[in-house]
């Protein structure tokens, strides 16, 4: 959906940010993603990474077969401030994005990415919504924004912090996981679909492999619960790769220093 805001919840360690790369691997190469049609897009997708250094993020990407690292950009932001709050490098990153062709942002996380003094604060948490869409959707042109938010404590299918989380998104991927098996199961609300999508059944998942963190479809637990299994998913399409073919790969990358945030 165009102009669309989605969010990607779950705990600590529970592989939001994994599950959100398996997006961007199905945007950009056109696999279905966890029984989801997707439609490949044409253009790139942006990262503004706060939880996580650059190099890393293309270290995973890297693991997906298909993938164009020239297709992908990623602001740098961990543990170096806040570029969206420092104007000439917002206009940067918005025009060399613009001249990419960047459709999809993708924001890892909101809580690093907010510099108020309380995320409680529904006023101070829309507020921060607003200014994250209207450089996403505006100032880049992108047509949706991807924001990975942490779940509250004891509480997986709740947002951290304000409820201003629920009701700004137009779809929630919730990532559950069970701390005795350490399976995930992925489910997904749409509450502003565009016309002729439909709603996704829960798809359990393995655990992250631990080299290269990407996580596999568990096929029979998907056929136990009674789900309906892709050709692609069957066919193991977000397996992990061999290691010969994890290339590093060249990214297009923002690092800067912001003392002041």
Same mark, same amino acid.
């Given at each position: 959906?165009?102009?669309?805001l #989605?969010? %990607?919840l779950?705990a600590?360690?529970?592989g +939001? #940010?994994?599950i959100a790369?398996q997006? /961007?691997?199905?945007? !950009?190469t056109?696999?279905d993603w966890?029984?989801? @049609? #997707?439609?490949? =897009?044409?253009? &790139? %997708?942006?990262v503004?990474?706060?939880?996580?250094?650059?190099s890393m993020?293309?270290?995973?990407?890297?693991?997906?077969?298909?993938v164009?690292?020239?297709k992908?950009?990623?602001?740098?932001a961990y +543990?170096?401030?806040?570029?969206l709050?420092?104007a000439?490098? @917002?206009?940067? =990153?918005?025009?060399?994005? @613009?001249d !990419?062709?960047?459709?999809? /942002?993708i !924001?890892?996380?909101f809580?690093? #990415?907010?510099?108020?003094? $309380?995320?409680?604060d529904?006023?101070?948490?829309?507020? *921060?919504? @607003?200014?994250?869409?209207?450089? &996403?959707?505006?100032?880049?042109?992108?047509?949706?924004?991807?924001?990975?938010?942490?779940?509250?404590?004891n509480?997986?299918?709740?947002?951290?912090?304000?409820? /201003?989380?629920?009701?700004?998104a $137009?779809? =929630?991927?919730?990532?559950a996981?069970?701390?005795?098996?350490?399976?995930?199961?992925?489910s997904?609300?749409?509450?502003?679909?565009?016309?002729?999508? &439909?709603?996704?059944?829960?798809?359990? =998942?393995?655990?992250?492999?631990?080299?290269?963190?990407?996580?596999? %479809?568990d096929?029979g637990?998907?056929?136990?619960a009674?789900l $309906?299994i892709?050709?692609? !998913?069957?066919?193991g399409?977000f397996?992990?790769?061999?290691?010969?073919? *994890?290339?590093?790969?060249?990214p297009?990358?923002? $690092?800067?220093?912001?003392?002041? +945030?």
């Amino acid at each position: 959906k165009e102009d669309s805001l #989605s969010l %990607v919840l779950g705990a600590s360690g529970s592989g +939001k #940010s994994t599950i959100a790369r398996q997006m /961007v691997n199905s945007l !950009l190469t056109g696999d279905d993603w966890l029984g989801q @049609r #997707s439609d490949k =897009i044409d253009g &790139a %997708v942006g990262v503004l990474s706060y939880d996580m250094d650059a190099s890393m993020v293309f270290d995973w990407v890297s693991g997906f077969q298909g993938v164009d690292p020239d297709k992908i950009s990623v602001v740098n932001a961990y +543990k170096r401030g806040n570029p969206l709050g420092v104007a000439t490098m @917002r206009a940067q =990153i918005a025009a060399a994005w @613009r001249d !990419l062709g960047v459709e999809v /942002v993708i !924001l890892d996380s909101f809580s690093a #990415s907010f510099f108020g003094s $309380d995320q409680n604060d529904a006023g101070a948490t829309m507020g *921060h919504y @607003r200014d994250l869409k209207l450089f &996403a959707l505006t100032e880049v042109g992108a047509k949706a924004l991807v924001v990975i938010v942490h779940s509250a404590p004891n509480a997986q299918g709740r947002a951290r912090g304000s409820t /201003v989380h629920h009701d700004v998104a $137009d779809s =929630i991927v919730t990532v559950a996981i069970d701390q005795k098996t350490r399976e995930r199961t992925i489910s997904m609300v749409k509450y502003r679909a565009a016309r002729g999508q &439909a709603q996704m059944n829960p798809v359990i =998942i393995t655990a992250p492999d631990q080299n290269t963190h990407l996580v596999s %479809v568990d096929v029979g637990a998907m056929a136990l619960a009674g789900l $309906d299994i892709s050709p692609s !998913l069957a066919a193991g399409a977000f397996a992990t790769a061999p290691p010969a073919q *994890h290339a590093a790969a060249q990214p297009t990358t923002f $690092d800067f220093e912001d003392d002041d +945030k």
